[in-house]
């Protein structure tokens, strides 16, 4: 799953506690696109057991698409 963080219906938080509470978490791989994010939060900690990759805007599309490339054969 790539995703944002800010997205207009769910934010990017809902939504991985949702795939955490219908028992996904351990089935999908989470890549997180943002610019708004720090690492270095409680939030982040609590989520980063189901986060494949987090990746910070402006992002390098190579690095981008070698994370989805990754996700695929992990």
């Known amino acids: 799953i790539l995703m944002d963080l800010m997205m207009p219906f ?3 938080y809902t939504t991985i506690h949702e795939i955490i509470r219908q028992g996904y978490a351990h089935q999908v791989k989470i890549i997180i696109i943002t610019g708004s994010w720090k690492k270095d939060t409680d939030k982040y900690h609590e989520l980063e057991p189901y986060i494949y990759e ?3 805007k402006p992002f390098n599309i190579e690095r981008l698409l070698t994370n989805v490339k990754l ?3 992990d």
Request: hydrophobic share 45%; aromatic share 22%.
């Open 54 to 56: 987090y990746i910070q």
């Open 10 to 12: 769910m934010d990017g």
């Open 71 to 73: 996700a695929y054969v």
